[in-house]
């Protein structure tokens, strides 16, 4: 419930993708917000009231001179109950109503009059996505702090196929979460590297050494930085994770492909946090053909470049140096030695034999050891919270 005591006003326009609007008041009811509906005379024509109305759990606005219910100028109490308003779908013709001022309607007067946050998800025909009238539209809006969702590329309701198409309920709500829960961009201006996921190291064709890593801590990492503000370049090895859609996103495979993405990219950044579960080891030899099953095996395996290690050789006093440290004893003395051997302002310290920490849940407990050797023990959280923990230290 992280949207308790938050009030959405969706304002819900026109178009075929109307009814998905449905999903995203539902999906936002889940996570604890009140959702109060306002709809265009229009949308009504796709979805009625009534269904908003049920869905939501209160009176949908629609008229402006609809007899009261109560004392009060709807409009007006709308725009002061909104801790964000959201436009979903939005049409081309809001979008022109309030770039240009107009407001003749419940949902552009509505936006005329708040002062809170507004996002707007447009959906439509691609050409007319690609008007510039629209497109300068948009810009004027953006300019002035408006948030976008971009539409989607897919097959649009009139058949044409093209970018338009309403973005993925989850991704609004998502976004409409983001846009509640970081108001402030404290990291506008700074550019981070985040490693993610497991290496695979392959020994032949079919057969690959691996971990259990799963991603979820470092896409944690890079999803807060992005809604903090942060230009965000995501290395990640292979995981079942989405990324993050405004992240510059570089899949790898092995360590030595993480080890050249990650050095490639590491002068361009101000900060770098190794979340990912890198192989030491990799097999000496790659065979061409699947190895035959030949009653037992060994595998001989050779070191692989410790890319933490290295950045701290490079960069280490020049550029904020994070390091993660996964143990299953010793945790802190181990995490000590490898904040100091590799050089870095910070190390997080997980045991992945604690219950809630490390591996695959969406939970973890950590201790922050910086270099001066001051500890900071969280307890169990969400790994976004220790995304925030870990972002916090960051200036
Ligand atoms: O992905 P999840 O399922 O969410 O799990 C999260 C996690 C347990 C993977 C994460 O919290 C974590 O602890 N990541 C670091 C895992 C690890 O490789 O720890 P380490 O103690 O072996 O390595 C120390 C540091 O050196 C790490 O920052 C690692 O990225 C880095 N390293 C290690 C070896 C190597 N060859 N190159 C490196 O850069």
Same mark, same amino acid.
């Given at each position: 419930m992280v949207l308790k005591g938050k009030t959405?006003?969706?304002? %819900?326009? #026109? *178009?075929?993708? %109307?009814? +998905?609007? =449905?999903?995203?008041?539902?999906?936002?009811?889940?996570?604890?917000?009140? %959702?109060?509906v306002m709809m265009t005379k229009s949308a009504t024509e796709f979805v009625s009231p009534i269904t908003f109305q049920a869905i939501s759990q209160n009176p949908v606005a629609v008229s402006m001179f609809e007899e009261p219910k109560a004392w009060e100028i709807q409009h007006i109490s709308l725009a002061k109950a909104a801790d964000i308003i959201a436009i979903i779908p939005a049409t081309a013709n809001i979008i022109g109503k309030i770039a240009n001022g107009i407001a003749d309607d419940m949902v552009s007067t509505t936006v005329m009059a708040t002062t809170a946050p507004v996002i707007i998800a447009p959906a439509m025909n691609t050409n007319m996505y690609k008007n510039p009238i629209l497109c300068r539209n948009i810009k004027t809006l953006k300019d002035l702090d408006y948030l976008f969702i971009n539409p989607d590329c897919g097959r649009l309701a009139c058949g044409d196929t093209g970018e338009g198409k309403l973005a993925s309920v989850d991704t609004i709500i998502d976004e409409i979460r983001n846009a509640l829960l970081y108001p402030v961009k404290d990291l506008k201006g700074k550019k981070i590297l985040v490693t993610a996921g497991p290496t695979q190291e392959a020994f032949d064709p079919v057969r690959y050494i691996t971990n259990h890593s799963s991603g979820k801590m470092g896409y944690a990492i890079a999803k807060a930085a992005l809604c903090r503000g942060a230009e965000v370049i995501l290395v990640s090895g292979k995981t079942n994770i989405l990324p993050p859609p405004n992240a510059n996103f570089i899949s790898v495979t092995s360590a030595r492909d993480m080890y050249d993405a990650v050095m490639e990219n590491a002068e361009s950044c101000d900060v770098i946090i190794k979340a990912a579960a890198v192989a030491d080891y990799r097999p000496e030899t790659i065979s061409d053909e699947k190895i035959k099953k030949n009653g037992n095996m060994t595998l001989s395996l050779t070191s692989n470049p410790d890319i933490l290690?290295?950045? *701290?050789?490079?960069?280490?006093?020049?550029?904020?140096?994070?390091?993660?440290?996964?143990?299953?004893?010793?945790?802190?003395?181990?995490?000590?030695?490898?904040?100091?051997?590799?050089? =870095?302002?910070?190390? %997080?310290?997980?045991?992945?034999?604690?219950? *809630?920490?490390?591996? #695959?849940?969406?939970?973890?407990?950590?201790?922050?050891?910086?270099?001066? *050797?001051?500890?900071?023990? =969280?307890?169990?959280?969400? +790994?976004?919270d220790v995304a925030n923990k870990i972002l916090d230290r960051i200036k």
């Open positions: 959405v006003v969706l304002g %819900v326009t #026109g *178009g075929i993708a %109307v009814y +998905k609007a =449905l999903d995203v008041v539902s999906g936002l009811k889940k996570l604890g917000a009140d %959702v109060k290690k290295s950045l *701290g050789e490079k960069f280490g006093g020049r550029k904020t140096l994070i390091g993660f440290c996964m143990e299953t004893q010793d945790l802190i003395e181990n995490a000590t030695h490898k904040l100091k051997s590799k050089n =870095l302002d910070f190390i %997080v310290a997980n045991n992945i034999k604690n219950e *809630g920490a490390g591996f #695959g849940v969406d939970t973890n407990i950590v201790t922050i050891i910086d270099k001066n *050797g001051e500890k900071n023990t =969280l307890p169990l959280s969400s +790994k976004e």
